[in-house]
């Protein structure tokens, strides 16, 4: 009889390294990604709390200590599960925090490496920076890129490329030394409307500022308010798809709460294709 599958037992050590980490309950019961103003947000974060079962004791954290926290958990977790899914998707791929801001955390990457020459200009000429603003830059939470491929590796079935064609493409190491982005993912713990509007930005930036290939445009949540994600997940075609840290258990938290609207919500995000677990995420990266 086969055990459980590894994806499973991921998500629950990610669930496990959340509890352990960020999402605790305060002195008055309510769990630390609650809104404590807003009783709906209370009873579905404390729904979530409990359905992933776990004990936790650690001291509520700062909004921001705990977003990087979140950060690093969310890395963890698609770290384990997409690298072990090369055979679908062969190459050399890398999974990364970013730490820095600025053009030059994204500018690292073929796509957007011109994003650095253009920083320079606008420090040179002031109508130049009037004009491009500060629009152009683009600080991803956490990547996903891979290396370009040798000849070698290219040809190791049979010979496929030589100096004559192909030239151009940046997958080739021949044509280009920089990684290529496959994925930005944004991470926020919680979600307020300008916490929400920090991610789409962030998303239109990486579309209309690219040369070459598109990305992957992501963003992971622990809100527990279906209305919140929807601010975000709902009327964008920016964002590839939003992904909740405990999908079926927010989903449960409402059934139980009796909170047909919230339920409501995340059937028509779900069923739009708008909302997904975060289990679905390191596969979606394999498409």
Known sequence: M???????EARRAFHAAVLDNILSLNEKGIPSNADGSNPSSRILALGI??????????????????????ETICLDFISSV?????????????????TGRGPSSIARFEQYAHLLD????AEENRELASIVGSDYIISPDLVVFR???????????????????GRRTPLRHLNNELPILHASI???????????????????????????????VMVVTGEPTPNRIASLAL????????????LPEMHEAA?????????ELIDIMVEGRRLRDIADLPLDLAL
Request: aromatic share 6%.
């Open 2 to 8: 086969k055990g459980e599958a590894f994806l499973t």
């Open 49 to 70: 709390y409990e359905a992933i079962g776990i004990e936790s004791r650690a001291a509520r954290l700062a909004g921001q200590c705990a977003g990087n926290k979140f």
């Open 82 to 98: 997409f690298l072990r899914l090369r055979h679908l998707r062969p190459g050399s791929w890398h999974c990364l925090q970013i």
């Open 118 to 121: 253009l920083k320079k200009a």
């Open 147 to 165: 290396d370009p491929e040798e000849d070698a590796a290219i040809n190791r079935p049979e010979n496929l490329v030589d100096h004559t064609s």
């Open 186 to 216: 944004s991470c926020k713990w919680t979600l307020r409307s300008d916490r929400a509007q920090n991610a789409r930005t962030e998303a239109i930036n990486l579309i209309k500022n690219r040369k070459g290939h598109l990305p992957h």
């Open 235 to 246: 009327g964008t075609g920016e964002i590839d798809c939003v992904y909740h840290f405990a």
């Open 255 to 263: 059934k139980k709460a009796g909170n047909n609207d919230a339920m």
